[in-house]
């Protein structure tokens, strides 16, 4: 399992985030979760995880549908959350290790805000020795519109709890990750390769290291082969 990956790479990070808002600039982390998966023998296994809550920083709310949608309210924060000095420490111990791939769904959202939360307390550099993934475009690839991450777990009839929260959503990742290798064994592809819908362009910043290709809805061509 995940063969093709582990023959570059010593540890695959898969992250998840929940977030305040949609602007990695203005908005912030309110919920991160990280499994760091290793092999062994022929298969994998999860050696570490990472799953927290975060403080607001303070005077920052809460909007109504980010309670609604994730579940997850300021007084949980302000019970339960950390530090963000104490999560960005945990954080860059995940990534610090050489040869890593860190992966998300829809990557370029969740590692645009890793960036500047990592940025904040002087940490970002750990983003510059990793190698990136995104499920998401390597699942555009694969199966039409819709492409959330829920869609994504019923064409491959994965196990998932479905409560949009940090953990439960970057195992989905990882599950899917290991069903689309098996469907078909070019994850290593798109590595550093990210699509992005040609009709509304990147959002945000740009990743230095990446490469990003404008990916429709048209399946007949895989992305890497453009």
């Not at 582990?6 to 990280?34: P, R």
């Not at 519109?145 to 959503?169: F, I």
């Amino acid at each position: 399992m995940l063969k093709s990956l582990f023959q570059h790479f010593s540890s695959l990070v898969i992250v998840d985030v929940e977030t305040t808002g949609l602007y990695a600039k203005t908005d912030e982390i309110i919920e991160l979760a990280a499994l760091k998966v290793v092999q062994r023998g022929n298969s994998y296994c999860t050696e570490d995880e990472l799953d927290t809550l975060i403080q607001l920083t303070a005077n920052r709310k809460l909007s109504n549908k980010v309670v609604e949608l994730t579940g997850i309210t300021e007084q949980m924060l302000h019970e339960n959350g950390k530090p963000k000095i104490d999560v960005c420490m945990n954080l860059v111990e995940f990534l610090c290790h050489p040869n890593t791939l860190v992966a998300a769904y829809n990557a370029h959202f969740d590692l645009s805000f890793l960036y500047y939360f990592l940025k904040s307390h002087d940490s970002a550099h750990v983003l510059r020795q990793v190698k990136m993934l995104d499920a998401m475009t390597v699942y555009k690839d694969r199966r039409d519109y819709p492409h959330k991450l829920s869609d994504a777990v019923s064409a491959y009839k994965l196990d998932n709890q479905k409560s949009h929260r940090a953990l439960d959503d970057a195992r989905a990742t990882l599950a899917l990750l290991v069903a689309m290798e098996i469907e078909r064994d070019d994850l290593g592809q798109y590595v550093n390769l990210f699509g992005y819908n040609p009709r509304y362009g990147v959002s945000g910043s740009r990743i230095a290291s990446v490469t990003y290709l404008p990916q429709g809805f048209d399946r007949h061509k895989r992305l890497y082969e453009n």
